[in-house]
Each structure stands twice: as structure tokens, then as C-alpha cells.
């Protein structure tokens, strides 16, 4: 028997949640639904804000920009954890635990899902924000795929964590997936300036990679500079986030082996 | 030379805090044989059962699976083995076919569309399989769940209850599937039953589990004429209610 990975059963897994994804157009809807009401709002904002104050007039964008990628960043998680959950309410999980299916395969599966999701919901909200603001996400070329990288493995490592939770803990713990990633809203500086914060927090926020896109987004949104400096930091940061979400989850899959969890399918 | 157990079980013990599941037990079963693993509720049947497939991992002693220690070398055998209980359900809003599908891939079928065609017909799941699984009745899903059980064709196979949401025809007709299956495929078959019948029909052995440890472990002929009853069921109460005699298994 190989030691190797198994892409079949990756693309199995990933069959698995596009059955369950296109078998209900309110699952569909909803995915674009928070996105397009979060864009709207901010974008009506920053147009009100840039007709009274003269900075906001020349940081055109940067509030639409910095909930188009907060979303990135969230619905990332959240497309993780919650193709996760669906094992968990379907009471599946001990299904795929005695099924040839290794970890990794099935958080590469979670992982290609988050991608597909996040696709579903984000394009057709980039959209919107060009046709309603003029906004044009993609038209930040290169520094959009630095952003969208960066953001992508916080999201995954997030929810890498939290699907080690629910599987230690069962669905106790499901509220985690919702409400996890609202700590990096205010921690990341995702709608202002890390200088903004006490000298204190700054540290804190410093540790974490998504502010290292903000910040980012903002240098080149405002002052028209891409600073690869900060994509590299947080690539190494992001790095450091991963590995320790990957030996959580299995420390967390070893315990619930150990302590019967995987038995009672998340009760 | 007889061929090596497809299941040995060594003083295998299961402690969770303060309680333990499975008490030092030790049993090994040849390839081709149906066992059943009787007991009351909490006796450790589903532990044990738990433990064969690498589900839970033990606190002490060993369990060996085709020849593979679990739960550390679980994935040189896992498609060699599969497992159905009503206590685990497939996901409910895909189609019974979607499902195989799904599970055919993961165990590495060569030809699943094929594959899902032949259970169909052994299990009368043809009108189904287009069907939402969460859709059906309970005895509809019991056979879902034996077809996903089986569409690896495994060579262990462990049963948790299950005919237990059958009508009697139904659950007669499946255990007359199971007994053709391990003839067909010389598999080894474990099933964790409440039902009797269904173990004096099916089962050539039959192991006793009381509070984590095996009371009595026999071919049913042999354990009625030692309780002196006549049927398996009697059996069981006296050994439930602690009315006969606890028998330490020669290991």
C-alpha cells in the first residue's frame, strides 16, 4: 500500500461537498449574499466620506478594497470549517475515519473547497463593486495574488485549528467556526492604520499576517506603493501559522482517537 | 499450517478516566468465520468493535487486523476492511448513488459504476439509488449503509446492529445476503447484535461481554448445552442478569 498521497480521494471528498453545494440554491445564494450586503454598505460609505473630507477623497477605494479582502480572509475560514461541519451534522465522520482517507487528503479536499467557495462568492461581489463604485479589484495585478495568497493560508490554518477543535470536542464547539475570525477584525487593522492602536496592541497585531495585507493595501491603494517587504513578512509568519494549525489538528485527531470522540460522530 | 487469524485481539484494555470500556480481553478470529460479540448494554461491544478498525485507540494491549497493528498501521489495510452500524449515517442530501460513488472512490473501486450496479441488484437498492438518502425510511438506509459497507468488497467485515431497524422478512433476507457474501469472498465477519435469532442463524461462534470483559466465548450448540437452556436468547439473560456461571476464557 503506498505511503503517498491519493488525489483520487482528494477528488472524492471534493465530489463529495460539490454534491452537497449545487444540491441547494439557498447555499448558493448565501454565499454571495453577506459579501454583496457588506460591499454595498462600506462602498455608500466611503463615497459619503470622500464628498466631506479631503483624505478620503484621496483614499479612494480602501474601504471597499479592505472588505473585499476581509472576505477573502473570512469566508476563506469559513469555507474551510464549515465543508468540515457538514461531516459533523451528517454524522459521517466515523464513515471517514475507517475509510482509507488520510488527514492531509481530507484537509486537501477542505482546503480546494475553501478556493471554490470563496470563488462562488467573491467574483461576482468584485463585480458589483466595479459596476456600483467603479472599484476594480482585479486591477491590482500582482499585489491582489500577494494579498490573496497571504489571506488564504490565514483562512486555511484558522480553520485547519478549528476542525481539530470540533473533532476533539464535537459540535460544543461549532460556534468556534462562526465566530473565531472576528478577532482579527479589530487585531488586523482591517479599516484603519495599525498606528491608530495603543503602543501595546500594536505588538500583538504585529503578530498576525493579515495586517501585513492591510497595511499593504493601504500603502498602495494610498500611497501607490507595493511593499513586498510586508508580503514576504507575512508569508514567514503565515508559514509559522500553518505548521502550527497542521500539529494542532493531528494533536487534536490523536486525542480524540484516545478519548472515543471519533465514536459518538459529534455528539 | 492453519492460516493466521484475520482479527487477534490481545489483552485489550479500554480505560476512559475512571471507567473502563474493555477490560484485558483476548480472542483471535480465523478468516472466513462469522462471530458474534453479544452483551447488554455497556458490556464493550462497541468499543472493542471501535478499536478493531483504529477508531479508538487502545489504553493497553494490542488488536491486530489482517495482520496490521492498529490503530499505527491502519492505512496498510483499511480497504481491506469496512464497517456498518445505524449509530453512523452517510450524508443525508446526497443521492444513494452519489454516495457510493463518493465512498467507491475513497476505498479505491477500480469500476464504480459497475460496482454500484451489482449491489444494486444484490440489495434491491435499484429504485433508490436516485434517490436522497436522507429521504428514506430507516430500513430503506440499513441497506444503503450494508451497500456502502460492501462496495469495497472488504475482507473483515464488522457489523454493529445490523438488522436493527428491519422489518423481519427484510432482516431475514439480508442475513441471507451476509452468509452468501462471506462464503463467496471467504471474508471474516464480526457483528454486534442484540437480535438472537439473527446470531443462532448466522453466527458458528459466539463471544459473551459483561462490563468490559468476555464471560464466555463458544459455538451456540456448546452454550446451550452448558447453560442447560434452550435458546441463545435464555442464554444471554443468564448472563446479563449475572445468573450463570462467569467462565474465565482459556486464551
Known sequence: ?267 | MSAPPAIAVDRLVKRYKQTTAVAGISFALAPGTITALLGGNGAGKTTTIAMLLGLVEPTAGSVHVLGAAMPRERYRVLHRVNFESPYVEMPRRLTVRQNLKVFGRLYGVPDIPARIAALAAELDLGELLDRETGKLSSGQRTRVALAKALINEPEVLLLDEPTASLDPDTADWIRGHLDRYRTARNATVLLASHNMVEVERLCERVIIMRRGAIVDDDAPPALLARYGRDSLEEVFLDVARGQGETREVAQ
Open chain 1, 1 to 267: 500500500m503506498s505511503r503517498a498521497i491519493s488525489l483520487s480521494r482528494v477528488a472524492a471528498m471534493v465530489q463529495r461537498y460539490w454534491y452537497l453545494l449545487r444540491s441547494s440554491w439557498p447555499r448558493l445564494l448565501d454565499l454571495v449574499y453577506w459579501p454583496a450586503v457588506q460591499m454595498l454598505m462600506w462602498g455608500f460609505l466611503q463615497l459619503y466620506l470622500a464628498q466631506n473630507a479631503g483624505f478620503f477623497a484621496r483614499a479612494g477605494g480602501t474601504f471597499i478594497g479592505a472588505v473585499l479582502l476581509w472576505d477573502i480572509l473570512f469566508r476563506g475560514q469559513l469555507g474551510f470549517s464549515l465543508s468540515f461541519l457538514e461531516e459533523m451534522w451528517s454524522r459521517n465522520v466515523g464513515n471517514l475515519m475507517i475509510s482509507p482517507l488520510r488527514p492531509i487528503e481530507l484537509v486537501l479536499a477542505l482546503m480546494t473547497m475553501s478556493v471554490i467557495r470563496l470563488a462562488i462568492s467573491t467574483i461576482p461581489v468584485a463585480l458589483l463593486a466595479i459596476a456600483f463604485f467603479g472599484f476594480n479589484l482585479f486591477g491590482l495585478g500582482l499585489a491582489l495574488a500577494a494579498f490573496f495568497v497571504n489571506l488564504l493560508l490565514t483562512s486555511w490554518s484558522v480553520g485547519i485549528f478549528v476542525s481539530g477543535l470540533v473533532l476533539r470536542n464535537g459540535l460544543g464547539a461549532e460556534n468556534m467556526a462562526w465566530s473565531i475570525m472576528f478577532i482579527f477584525l479589530p487585531l488586523t487593522c482591517v479599516y484603519y492604520p495599525v498606528a491608530v492602536l495603543p503602543h501595546w496592541l500594536q505588538h500583538i497585531s504585529w503578530l498576525l499576517p493579515p495586517t501585513y495585507v492591510f497595511e499593504g493595501m493601504r500603502a498602495l491603494l494610498i500611497d501607490h506603493v507595493f511593499r513586498a517587504d510586508l508580503m514576504l513578512e507575512a508569508l514567514g509568519l503565515n508559514a509559522v501559522f500553518f505548521v502550527g494549525a497542521a500539529a494542532a489538528f493531528m494533536g487534536l485527531l490523536k486525542s480524540a482517537r484516545r478519548s472515543g470522540a471519533l465514536m459518538q460522530g459529534g455528539e
